[in-house]
């Protein structure tokens, strides 16, 4: 199963590797799933890390130097897809683009515009519905 992990469940999973975000992580790269990132979740989680955890990057560039080796990082269309219209923000459209065009089958995320968005395919689950 083809798994795109989202920006929020990779800072939660590169700040506590104990939590069900890293749990979730490790699922979705470990066979038979294959991880998925898109540089659209690379630029937010340097943005974010950069804005509010400033004395965490090098925790961030620790965490992504491994990730990156289990993770395929896959790229998005410039063409804009019907289904982006059902993401609230913006933003998370070209995430969304990305794993349609890249046959994703799942996203795990927290993001409630993903959350609440009502797409079926890929299927939207959080980090604990991905682990149950």
Do not use: H, W
């Not at 975000?21 to 340097?46: D, H, W």
């Not at 955890?53 to 269309?77: C, D, R, T, W, Y």
């Not at 059902?86 to 070209?94: C, E, I, N, S, T």
């Not at 079926?120 to 682990?131: Q, V």
């Amino acid at each position: 199963m083809r798994v795109l992990v989202d920006s929020n469940i990779l800072i939660s999973a590169a700040l506590n590797a104990k939590g069900t975000p890293y749990k979730a992580f490790l699922k979705a790269v470990t066979y038979p799933n294959k991880g998925v990132i898109c540089s659209q979740n690379l630029e937010e989680l340097r943005k974010i890390f950069y804005k509010k955890f400033p004395n965490k990057i090098g925790l961030l560039e620790q965490f992504l130097s491994i990730a990156l080796l289990a993770m395929e990082v896959i790229p998005i269309p410039c063409d804009a897809m019907d289904e982006e219209s059902l993401v609230r923000d913006k933003a998370d459209r070209p995430i969304l683009r990305a794993a349609i065009a890249e046959n994703v089958d799942v996203i795990i995320t927290g993001d409630k515009d993903f959350l609440e968005s009502g797409i079926r395919k890929p299927k939207i689950m959080t980090a604990s519905e991905f682990l149950n």
